[in-house]
């Protein structure tokens, strides 16, 4: 499995903070088979299709900057067009295999099979996992986008099929495909989910028979969190969602800490429709650098989905080990500034901006004090571009770097990204 791999973010000196409960966090998106109507991009047109790939690489490049987990998770429309447009199918720079080879991105299907919709969709779950290792992911092991209980419709959806290794619908030669998890617990146009947090092995797609604990279940479920208070949408305030995410874990650790048989594993979601409006990859950058300092004291981990379960595996070997956190008031998922956003050392995060962003000839620093401060620029291979030391309002010539994404460091604690064009 990968392992992940945090990008200059060590904090020399820094003391973690005991974490009792284990609280790991995860970014996750989703494309879906009608992006098309929500940004007007044809994954089937090649131009098009580099367009959405630049903001795909433009996302991963902001999640791995600061070392986050991130799971993509893809229907058949982008896979296909990564074959037709990516030459996906011949190359291993292709956007699919290039993310999956990086160390805390892992790729995995997400699925409506629904032969009849609109748009239709032909392709099941084996499918996907077949046009995945056409793109070179061999490491799909994932259900994602399945329906925990059984709904009316024209197709099931359930996850009780996937229980047993299943064929293809439209690829009769793809190899008969089992999940090892199942992810989250959705609902048609999601109005009735499942929330809880945990990991359990259900025993029915029923009301009562979804969140009983079935020690011979053959799938192991990740519960989908409490509504979409961890999603990042169009409309969503960034700073809210950061906080969001900060209230929730200082009251998992109140709550829960002792308790050997807690776990929790969260996401903040995002999806690909929203990609190409203007500063929506900015408002996930926004959440990552202001929960930074959480992970960096230590109150939660970045860990990905086939980890967090390989780490669960590990502490509770035995199939009658399980842990449900049913949502509730219990939990705080306030919106409010946090008194404290990690280790004094740490709580710097909005000490330090950077103007123009993108910038094309200068970069100006802005500083909430007047003392002098060591800046450091970072390529994306971690190379050292530039290093100074530098006061509130100054300015940097970064008219010599290259069209692309840099991380600018501040007395190694604040991180911020920007864009030179």
Same mark, same amino acid.
């Given at each position: 499995?990968?392992?992940?791999?945090?990008?200059?973010?060590?904090?020399?000196?820094?003391?973690?903070?005991?974490?009792?409960?284990?609280?790991?966090?995860?970014?996750?998106?989703?494309? %879906?088979?009608?992006?098309?109507?929500?940004?007007?991009?044809?994954?089937?047109?090649?131009? %098009?299709?580099?367009?959405?790939?630049?903001?795909?690489?433009?996302?991963?490049?902001?999640?791995?900057?600061?070392?986050?987990?991130?799971?993509?998770?893809?229907?058949?429309?982008?896979?296909?067009?990564?074959?037709?447009?990516?030459?996906?199918?011949?190359?291993?720079?292709?956007?699919?295999?290039?993310?999956?080879?990086?160390?805390?991105?892992?790729?995995?299907?997400?699925?409506?099979?629904?032969?009849?919709?609109?748009?239709?969709?032909?392709?099941?779950?084996?499918?996907?996992?077949?046009?995945?290792?056409?793109?070179?992911?061999?490491?799909?092991?994932?259900?994602?986008?399945?329906?925990?209980?059984?709904?009316?419709?024209?197709?099931?959806?359930?996850?009780?099929?996937?229980?047993?290794?299943?064929?293809?619908?439209?690829?009769?030669?793809?190899?008969?495909?089992?999940?090892?998890?199942?992810?989250?617990?959705?609902?048609?146009?999601?109005? !009735? !989910?499942?929330?809880?947090?945990?990991?359990?092995?259900?025993?029915?797609?029923?009301?009562?028979?979804?969140?009983?604990?079935?020690?011979?279940?053959?799938?192991?479920?990740?519960?989908?969190?409490?509504?979409?208070?961890?999603?990042?949408?169009?409309?969503?305030?960034?700073?809210?969602?950061?906080?969001?995410?900060?209230?929730?874990?200082?009251?998992?650790?109140?709550?829960?800490?002792?308790?050997?048989?807690?776990?929790?594993?969260?996401?903040?979601?995002?999806?690909?429709?929203?990609?190409?409006?203007?500063?929506?990859?900015?408002?996930?950058?926004?959440?990552?650098?202001?929960?930074?300092?959480?992970?960096?004291?230590?109150?939660? %981990?970045?860990?990905?989905?086939?980890?967090?379960?390989?780490?669960?595996?590990? +502490?509770?070997?035995?199939?009658? !080990?399980?842990?449900?956190?049913?949502?509730?008031?219990?939990?705080?998922?306030?919106?409010?500034?946090?008194?404290?956003?990690?280790?004094?050392?740490?709580?710097?995060? %909005?000490?330090?901006?950077?103007?123009?962003?993108?910038?094309?000839?200068? +970069?100006?620093?802005?500083?909430?004090?007047?003392?002098?401060?060591?800046?450091?620029?970072?390529?994306?291979?971690?190379?050292? +571009?530039?290093?100074?030391?530098?006061?509130?309002?100054?300015?940097? !010539?970064?008219?010599?770097?290259?069209?692309?994404?840099?991380?600018?460091?501040?007395?190694?604690?604040?991180?911020?990204?920007?864009?030179?064009?």
């Amino acid at each position: 499995m990968k392992k992940i791999v945090v990008l200059f973010l060590l904090i020399s000196g820094s003391i973690l903070k005991s974490q009792t409960v284990p609280i790991y966090i995860y970014f996750a998106s989703h494309n %879906e088979t009608d992006d098309e109507t929500y940004h007007g991009l044809n994954y089937g047109n090649s131009s %098009e299709f580099a367009t959405m790939k630049s903001y795909v690489q433009k996302v991963c490049d902001t999640i791995s900057y600061y070392g986050a987990s991130y799971e993509m998770m893809l229907e058949s429309n982008f896979i296909l067009g990564a074959l037709s447009n990516d030459n996906a199918h011949n190359v291993t720079n292709d956007i699919i295999e290039w993310a999956d080879n990086q160390p805390n991105i892992e790729v995995q299907s997400h699925n409506h099979f629904d032969p009849t919709g609109l748009p239709p969709n032909p392709y099941n779950s084996t499918d996907l996992v077949y046009l995945l290792d056409s793109c070179g992911v061999d490491t799909a092991e994932v259900l994602g986008g399945y329906i925990w209980r059984t709904f009316p419709g024209p197709v099931p959806e359930d996850w009780t099929q996937w229980q047993t290794p299943q064929p293809g619908a439209v690829f009769s030669t793809a190899p008969d495909w089992m999940p090892t998890l199942l992810w989250g617990g959705g609902s048609p146009m999601h109005t !009735d !989910d499942f929330e809880a947090y945990g990991i359990w092995r259900p025993s029915a797609p029923t009301l009562t028979g979804f969140d009983d604990h079935n020690p011979s279940g053959a799938l192991v479920n990740f519960g989908n969190g409490c509504g979409q208070e961890f999603v990042i949408d169009d409309t969503s305030t960034a700073i809210q969602t950061a906080y969001r995410v900060i209230n929730f874990v200082d009251s998992l650790h109140a709550h829960y800490d002792g308790d050997p048989n807690a776990f929790f594993n969260m996401k903040i979601m995002f999806n690909f429709r929203y990609l190409p409006d203007p500063g929506y990859i900015d408002k996930i950058g926004t959440v990552l650098s202001t929960i930074d300092p959480y992970i960096q004291s230590g109150r939660m %981990e970045y860990k990905g989905i086939m980890d967090i379960y390989q780490e669960w595996m590990s +502490l509770h070997p035995a199939n009658t !080990d399980y842990f449900i956190s049913v949502c509730d008031t219990t939990v705080d998922q306030s919106i409010a500034a946090p008194a404290d956003l990690g280790d004094e050392e740490n709580n710097r995060v %909005e000490n330090f901006t950077v103007y123009p962003n993108p910038a094309s000839q200068n +970069l100006t620093l802005k500083f909430h004090d007047y003392n002098q401060h060591q800046i450091i620029i970072y390529d994306f291979m971690g190379q050292i +571009l530039l290093s100074l030391t530098a006061s509130d309002n100054e300015s940097i !010539d970064v008219s010599n770097l290259p069209t692309g994404m840099y991380l600018i460091v501040s007395d190694q604690i604040d991180k911020r990204i920007f864009t030179v064009e």
